[in-house]
């Protein structure tokens, strides 16, 4: 990794590093991008942020927001299975995500992206390279330590929800709540904050059959916001919505985003939703290209 | 996570899979059911089985003789004797102060001629001792009660004195509350008259099989007492040289039955003859024991048939649970919490299961219990009483089934905790 951790806001810096042959967007091909190419659309007016496109990637948020957690990765590689059944799947990826910054990672299905977010969350160890969030490095991680960084860094948005079934929505709040050793009393008047603030007051004691799809992944959102995660990491979190579900799911994370200030790195197909990130990502054989 | 947070979320996942605990909590019922119901009616028969073999009194009860023992006299569970040797205070307090002796019960029998409100006058042996010692004297009561200790009234009745009047045992009730006319013979110094007696009157308050000594009539020691002060008052009788002894025998009771030997060894010593059917009951023992191990055997292959049942639910509930796991590690939860979880939800079927099996299984044994005693009771034998172990066994099948939960889950509950956290984004 080349790049400094102390870029200066508003800087602007433009490095590639690309031996695969692959041909990858450049940085000016990003804010100009040739007629035709569909595929890469800036959609970061609204700040000026600064995209190193290729296998390093610097993105620099213009503001650094309090509440968000710095994402380093370095020389990332990630394979499945050994021997002549080795899966490659990340070949080296290198990005740089500054605190607050709101970001979209794209890609075929089997490129990665959701590798590349287990890794980021600690869900799973790289095969080779750095991860650091905030002042962990996540690949040292083992044991209650790791437990610990995902509690207290993480907040996780799955497509599938991810919520307990037996659990009413309003438990499966507190149950995050109770992991981090929290008072019953403190966790459940946040968990009801929580709920009230993705509009969900009056589900709160339904289970997660009794809620629809949108409803389910915002109480998973209120799950995630829980205990003040400095990164939120949302695989397809509207995957199993429709538009307009999908539509307010976005909004309620975006609105906490910008609330609480932390980082937030999203997995998505739906370019619309891609589109409302600062910056989009695409994953290409197992390498990282700025689209967007 | 809490503790109280854990059993939160297991009561809720147990609750949300109700058929399914259902099932497996029946499965360690009936394992646990029929474990206790095996252990509850071969306890149960063991006792009766050794209490018959004591004829209703202690097993460690030993029979003493006012005679004079053989030298083969402790290879023999009967009396083994030749010649009289006088029983008395001294020699009691001899036998008390054995340390493997809990207690000493006098004996005493006398002649006695009985008149029964209908038939024939009845010569028979009267038998007086300490009633006030019931749990000490090989009796078991057919019908009604025992004599008070100290009443000069009452009269129970051997099982003897039905034969006497062709009675079958179940008639035993009939005989109650009647009165007989009981005389203790005394032999006259001449004249026509050879014998005379003293009378007294008693209504037969019981009607029991006994072993304390060969007679028909079980009385208060106080009455064979002046019963044979009037005998000793007339002429001696060369029939009845035992007249001249305190006591005709007694009933002593080892502390355990490992001890019934040393201390019939001790009383041997003494110059006493005795009886106990130690021989007997450690065969029968090694029998009951063979027959306890079988029982016990198809009572735990139950049980780990239920275990099974316990690790193969648990284990299909950590595959269909594969992502919820994944998704509370990616929330935080550290392994043991997972571990935590899976133990405490088997445990709560473990008890569960253990609670409902436990209670079915005393059920079943008071179902066979009754049939059993309804037969023992028409063969004029005394019942059997699977009462007094119910609690413990309750308890003991509960715990069982709760640990044998505990070691079946180990197994799933471990993989469950070791399931790496990226088994919530696994498949997308």
């Known amino acids: 990794m080349r790049g400094s951790l102390g870029i200066p806001p508003l800087a602007l810096r433009v490095t590639r590093r690309d031996q695969t042959g692959i041909t990858r967007p450049r940085f000016q091909d990003v804010f100009n991008p040739p007629s035709g190419s569909g595929t890469i659309v800036p959609v970061f007016a609204r700040e000026p942020v600064v995209p190193i496109a290729g296998n390093d990637l610097q993105v620099t948020h213009a503001q650094e927001a309090v509440g968000g957690a710095r994402v380093i990765v370095r020389g990332l590689r990630h394979r499945y299975g050994s021997g002549d059944l080795a899966l490659t799947v990340l070949r080296g990826v290198n990005l740089e995500v500054l605190p607050g910054a709101y970001i979209a990672l794209t890609g075929a299905s089997g490129a990665g992206k959701t590798t590349l977010l287990s890794i980021l969350g600690g869900l799973e160890p790289p095969s080779e390279g750095e991860v650091v969030v905030g002042d962990f490095a996540v690949a040292k991680l083992h044991g209650d330590r790791l437990a610990a960084f995902r509690r207290e860094m993480v907040g996780f948005v799955f497509q599938h929800f991810g919520l307990l079934a037996a659990l009413t929505a309003l438990e499966n709040v507190e149950l995050a709540l109770s992991l981090s050793g929290r008072g019953a009393r403190a966790r459940r008047r946040k968990a009801i904050e929580l709920l009230a603030d993705v509009g969900l007051e009056a589900r709160m004691h339904h289970l997660p059959k009794a809620l629809s799809g949108g409803e389910r992944q915002r109480v998973a959102i209120a799950r995630a916001m829980a205990n003040d995660p400095k990164l939120i990491l949302a695989d397809e979190p509207t995957g199993n919505l429709d538009p307009g579900a999908a539509g307010l799911v976005m909004e309620h994370l975006e609105r906490l985003r910008k609330r609480t200030g932390c980082t937030v790195i999203v997995v998505s197909h739906n370019p619309a939703i891609a589109e409302r990130a600062e910056l989009s990502y695409r994953l290409e054989d197992g390498m990282l290209a700025l689209t967007a | ?428």
Not at chain 2, 57 to 77: F, M
Not at chain 2, 160 to 169: C, I, N, V
């Open chain 2, 1 to 428: 996570m809490s503790w109280s947070d854990t059993v939160t979320l297991v009561f809720r996942t147990v609750g949300r899979r109700a058929v399914r605990t259902l099932l497996t909590g029946l499965g360690v019922a009936l394992g646990s059911g029929l474990l206790v119901a095996l252990v509850t009616i071969s306890s149960a028969a063991d006792t009766n089985v050794i209490s018959r073999l004591s004829h209703g009194g202690p097993v460690t009860a030993i029979k003493v003789a006012a005679a004079v023992p053989q030298p083969d006299q402790l290879d023999s569970d009967s009396f083994q004797s030749r010649g009289i040797h006088y029983l008395d205070d001294q020699s009691v307090a001899v036998i008390r102060r054995s340390r493997y002796v809990q207690s000493v019960v006098p004996v005493m029998t006398s002649e006695v001629l009985a008149v029964p409100p209908k038939g024939d006058p009845i010569f028979g042996l009267m038998v007086g001792t300490d009633l006030g010692q019931l749990g000490n004297l090989p009796i078991t009561i057919l019908a009604g009660r025992m004599p008070s200790p100290d009443s000069m009234t009452e009269v129970a009745v051997a099982s003897s004195y039905l034969d006497h009047f062709h009675l079958a045992p179940a008639q035993a009730p009939s005989v109650l509350s009647t009165q007989l006319a009981l005389a203790s013979p005394r032999r006259e110094s001449s004249g026509q008259v050879r014998f005379r007696g003293r009378w007294f009157r008693a209504t037969i308050v019981g009607v029991v099989a006994q072993q304390v000594a060969d007679g028909d009539f079980i009385v208060p020691i106080e009455q064979t007492r002046l019963a044979r002060e009037w005998a000793v008052s007339g002429l001696p009788d060369p029939d009845f040289p035992l007249l001249a002894s305190q006591y005709t025998g007694l009933i002593v009771v080892a502390t355990t039955l490992d001890h019934v030997h040393d201390v019939r060894a001790e009383i041997n010593d003494l110059g006493y003859a005795t009886s106990a059917p130690e021989h007997l009951i450690a065969t029968v023992q090694r029998y009951l024991h063979v027959v306890d191990i079988v029982l016990g055997g198809i009572g735990t292959v139950a049980l780990v048939i239920a275990s099974l049942s316990i690790a193969g639910t648990l284990l299909a509930a950590v595959h269909e649970r594969r992502r919820e796991i994944g998704v509370l590690k990616a929330i935080g939860a550290r392994d043991r919490d997972v571990l935590r979880w899976f133990l405490l939800e088997a445990l709560v079927v473990g008890v569960i299961g253990g609670i409902a099996g436990s209670i079915a299984g005393i059920g079943v044994a008071e179902l066979l219990g009754l049939g059993v005693n309804n037969y023992l009771v028409r063969q004029g034998l005394g019942g059997v009483d699977l009462t007094s172990i119910s609690g413990l066994v309750v308890l003991g099948g509960v715990a069982g089934s709760a640990l044998l939960a505990l070691i079946a889950a180990a197994a799933p509950a471990l993989i469950a905790a070791r399931l790496p956290a990226r088994e919530a984004v696994a498949g997308e």
